[in-house]
């Protein structure tokens, strides 16, 4: 059984990483190096044919696009296969492979290619910085709408609900820092609705910028941590100072932000919405700042747009990277008996 999501992202402040939390309690850590991003992910992929049919298996995807991983986490077995690209800078305790032998064609990379990849995604970054500065002037247009006792209110509410009759474990809950998507060369994606899929209760967390979504998520967070349970806890990869998601699996419950560009709709028993700008918003604020909130809303999804562009450009220059390598079926197999000789 496979569960996908992301501990990378292409956002507002930058490439960011969240693999940390997400290894703390593992056995093994093992980085896979190799220059080439696809034969990596070719062997990631054998390994989770190897484990899936026996084991959950833990795909991280990549910010890089669909046609590449970032690793596999085997939990039950306390191991992790990891692309060295995304290892942390304190790689204490982690085993690090080199694959390169077991592959004939090693061409040295382009330089030219590299500088241009990386021109295009610092681009991208900065077009997604001016997105998001932007984005504030729709959040100030809400806040100054928000009555703050109300919400409060609803959140208080809400934590009483969620834990009334369960234990509070009196122990130190881990927080596992993921996200569920993120902008790549195929714009914003996310895996939503896999993620929430076996939940016996799904919270869709409706509002407009500025009206405490995150703030929201954040407290029941806390407050699930503080009665010992693990949390995990999905950041938003345009802002990932804010929340976008929440989950207790030992409380079989999640709620998540469902608006753009993640919006969702209750399509099962056991799912349904909060709306917090119906509920803590002034009446008519939608219709009263029309006007402007349609003209912020337009000028911060242009920089966003063309965010995707250069994610697309520099995308377009690692295929033109990776096309200069290959593994073969005899070579794989044969990386996949070193890497089984590692395994503690």
Do not use: W
């Amino acid at each position: 059984m496979k569960k996908y999501y992301y501990v990378t992202a292409n956002t507002a402040k930058g490439f960011l990483n969240l693999l940390p939390s997400n290894i703390k309690r593992l056995h093994q850590v093992i980085g896979l190096k190799h220059p080439s991003q696809k034969i990596k992910t070719k062997i990631l992929k054998n390994l989770i044919s190897k484990y899936e049919s026996t084991n959950e298996v833990e795909v991280l995807k990549s910010a890089l696009g669909d046609s590449y991983l970032d690793g596999v986490i085997i939990r039950k077995k306390g191991i992790a296969f990891l692309n060295d690209c995304i290892l942390p800078d304190d790689r204490n305790g982690i085993v690090e492979l080199d694959l390169s032998p077991f592959t004939q064609h090693n061409p040295i990379k382009n330089k030219e290619q590299v500088e241009k990849f990386n021109h295009h995604t610092e681009k991208a970054y900065k077009n997604l910085e001016t997105g998001l500065r932007v984005h504030d002037d729709l959040e100030e247009i809400y806040i100054k709408e928000m009555n703050f006792e109300r919400a409060d209110e609803i959140t208080e509410g809400f934590i009483q609900e969620r834990l009334k009759g369960q234990l509070n474990k009196n122990r130190n809950a881990h927080e596992y820092h993921r996200l569920f998507g993120t902008t790549t060369v195929d714009g914003p994606v996310n895996v939503i609705p896999h993620i929430t899929e076996k939940l016996s209760r799904v919270f869709y967390v409706k509002g407009r910028a500025g009206t405490g979504k995150s703030t929201f998520m954040k407290k029941v967070a806390s407050a699930c941590i503080e009665y010992g349970y693990d949390t995990e806890i999905y950041h938003c990869s345009f802002d990932p100072n804010s929340i976008d998601m929440v989950l207790v699996p030992d409380l079989q419950f999640g709620l998540f932000d469902s608006t753009d560009p993640h919006e969702f709709f209750p399509t099962r028993e056991g799912e349904e919405n909060i709306d917090l700008y119906e509920e803590a918003v002034t009446p008519g604020t939608d219709e009263k700042y029309a006007d402007e909130i349609n003209k912020v809303n337009d000028h911060y999804k242009s920089f966003m747009k063309k965010g995707v562009v250069e994610l697309r450009k520099a995308g377009a220059y690692l295929e033109e990277l990776e096309q200069q390598y290959s593994c073969t079926e005899k070579e794989q197999k044969e990386i996949l008996k070193f890497i089984g000789h590692q395994i503690q």
